[in-house]
């Protein structure tokens, strides 16, 4: 049975959500849920903006025909060619064998090497700025390469003020009934998943992001709708607002995160003890993960959004213990950049973890390790515990900074 909404007179939501799904892109754990969103436009010509996963493609088709009815389709213009949006293609043109498809020659490539389609006479291919008429409405393209992919274009509507943003703004998590952000709290239920959707997602490619963002702000935007999560239409300048800090790798708050690893808990008692002086100090709402028990995508998620980070971590194999190896290897990745940092380090016999931290950030943009290190063999005691309080103390003159 169909289940869409109207997100305007002439715009209707016809997308779902998967809430079955463990692993997005087999990755990343989503306990919330996706949505995939897919948009139809009806004016004198009709046009369906992206198609979804092949996981909720009854839903996807039920919604079609219960709103197109007799209607033929005219368009489907393709955003974006990461398979969670466009499975459904090759389908829909079966059942609409007449439709044309919009994209651009990185798109057909795409639909090429994934379907093995070669749709000649239907593929209307767009460059930069064109635009096509669906008679009152009038969709153009602006493409955003790598947000997230090589191919992605955004598509903007000029009447209504809706912008079409492919990956762009959206977030993990189900739509449950409501898919607008005026009708949820976004703060409480969705910052969080939106965030991790981000620096997971579409982190590394700050640069592109802010390029998109350039071009997005010379248009008239009253609307977004992404792909994923909830569709904008008040507020805007706070997701706008968001974005910004994120891609410019800015820590969207004064806050300390403290990521150790502990066999034995040593470490963890020295991460403890530093949490509880920083508290002390009168530094609040302070976050602590152990990193071999919290997915990697909460923890890159926590470092885009704090400014002060604590590493501690033991000695292992005379290397950093792996579970801190891997997210700093995933930080490096992502690009982070501009952020603070304290070092823990322990081993029983050769502690150099911190040291071998250290020269991993030193790859890292604009991040400023802070002293001393506090350094553990075994066991706080001495001249580590007197480490460990001098390294709060340059934490608190840091926050205060
Ligand atoms: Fe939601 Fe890059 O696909």
């Known amino acids: 049975m169909y289940c869409t909404r109207k997100v305007t007179e002439g715009v209707t939501w016809i997308?779902?959500?998967?809430?079955?799904?463990?692993?997005?892109?087999?990755?990343?754990?989503?306990?919330?849920?996706?949505?995939?969103?897919?948009?139809?436009?009806?004016?004198?010509?009709?046009?369906?903006?992206?198609?979804?996963?092949?996981?909720?493609?009854?839903?996807?088709?039920?919604?079609?025909?219960?709103?197109?009815?007799?209607?033929?389709?005219?368009?489907?213009?393709?955003?974006?060619?990461?398979?969670?949006?466009?499975?459904?293609?090759?389908?829909?043109?079966?059942?609409?064998?007449?439709?044309?498809?919009?994209?651009?020659?990185?798109?057909?490539?795409?639909?090429?090497?994934?379907?093995?389609?070669?749709?000649?006479?239907?593929?209307?291919?767009?460059?930069?700025?064109?635009?096509?008429?669906?008679?009152?409405?009038?969709?153009?393209?602006?493409?955003?390469?790598?947000?997230?992919?090589?191919?992605?274009?955004?598509?903007?509507?000029?009447?209504?003020?809706?912008?079409?943003s492919a990956d762009a703004f959206g977030s993990f998590g189900a739509l449950n009934g409501n898919i607008f952000n005026d009708e949820l709290d976004f703060d409480k239920d969705w910052l969080d998943d939106a965030?991790?959707?981000?620096?997971?997602?579409?982190g590394k490619y700050g640069l592109q992001v802010q390029a998109a963002l350039k071009k997005l702000s010379a248009l008239d935007i009253a609307m977004i709708c992404p792909l994923h999560g909830p569709v904008w239409r008040e507020n805007l300048d706070y997701l706008l607002g968001k974005y910004d800090k994120w891609s410019r790798y800015e820590p969207e708050e004064k806050a300390v995160a403290i990521f150790y690893a502990s066999m034995y808990g040593d470490t963890e008692n020295a991460a403890d003890i530093l949490a509880a002086g920083l508290a002390e100090g009168g530094v609040r709402n302070i976050a602590m993960y152990d990193v071999s028990s919290t997915h990697i995508s909460y923890l890159i998620s926590e470092v885009f959004r704090c400014s002060h980070l604590v590493l501690a971590a033991p000695t292992y194999n005379n290397g950093i213990y792996p579970a801190m190896a891997n997210l700093l290897h995933d930080m490096k990745a992502l690009m982070l950049q501009n952020r603070t940092v304290g070092l823990v380090e322990n081993g029983s016999w050769a502690p150099v973890s911190g040291k071998l931290i250290r020269a991993e950030l030193e790859g890292l943009k604009g991040f400023q390790v802070l002293e001393p290190v506090a350094s553990l063999k075994s066991a706080l005691k001495g001249d580590s515990l007197e480490q460990l309080g001098q390294l709060k103390d340059s934490i608190l003159a840091s926050l205060q900074g």
């Open 15 to 164: 997308g779902g959500s998967d809430r079955r799904l463990a692993l997005f892109e087999n990755l990343f754990p989503i306990p919330r849920g996706v949505a995939y969103n897919s948009y139809l436009i009806q004016d004198e010509a009709t046009a369906v903006i992206d198609t979804v996963d092949s996981s909720i493609s009854r839903q996807f088709f039920e919604n079609i025909q219960h709103e197109l009815g007799d209607r033929k389709l005219d368009y489907l213009i393709v955003n974006h060619m990461e398979p969670d949006h466009c499975a459904n293609i090759a389908e829909l043109l079966l059942r609409y064998p007449d439709m044309k498809i919009v994209g651009n020659a990185k798109t057909f490539n795409m639909i090429q090497q994934f379907y093995g389609l070669d749709l000649k006479d239907q593929a209307i291919v767009v460059k930069e700025g064109d635009s096509i008429s669906l008679g009152s409405r009038k969709l153009s393209f602006y493409f955003a390469p790598m947000v997230h992919w090589p191919e992605v274009m955004v598509a903007y509507e000029e009447t209504e003020k809706i912008l079409f």
């Open 195 to 202: 965030r991790r959707y981000y620096g997971n997602i579409v």
